[in-house]
């Protein structure tokens, strides 16, 4: 069993930066295929960044260039270090593990929410006001 934790949510204005955290426990890090994704009111969950063991990424269009996903397996944490931020990334963010492989080839795969496979933490807040 994996357990998430995200951590780092809160309140920018528009062009600021923030740095969300997901903490793995209950296993190792290593092997698993991760990835952050994000949930605003009437719309549904999507996929935004997704990191691989080797340190492969991916990302959605409207975040390429200004997020980047990172992780550090000693520590059995994930991060997304975000810049540039926009009030349209106002959203609950959510870190998770994943078994769709290729696992980068995932955030082009709206399936992948649905997998019932999927391991998810219960969010951290993102609120970007303009």
């Known amino acids: 069993q994996v357990h998430l934790v995200e951590s780092g949510g809160g309140s920018v204005q528009s062009g600021g930066s923030l740095k969300l955290s997901c903490t793995t426990s209950?296993?190792?890090?290593?092997?698993?295929?991760m990835a952050w994704f994000r949930q605003s009111p009437k719309k549904e969950r999507a996929e935004v960044a997704v990191?691989?063991?080797?340190?492969?990424?991916g990302y959605a269009d409207s975040v390429k260039g200004r997020f980047t996903i990172s992780r550090d397996n000693s520590k059995n944490i994930m991060y997304l270090q975000m810049t540039s931020l926009k009030p349209e990334d106002t959203a609950m963010y959510f870190c998770?593990?994943?078994?769709?492989?290729?696992?980068?080839?995932?955030?082009?795969?709206?399936?992948?929410?649905?997998?019932?496979?999927?391991?998810w933490g219960e969010g951290t807040q993102v609120t970007v006001s303009s």
């Open positions: 998770a593990t994943l078994e769709w492989r290729p696992c980068v080839e995932s955030v082009q795969q709206p399936m992948v929410l649905h997998d019932p496979r999927n391991y």
């Open positions: 209950g296993r190792s890090s290593d092997g698993l295929c």
């Open positions: 990191i691989d063991d080797d340190g492969s990424v």
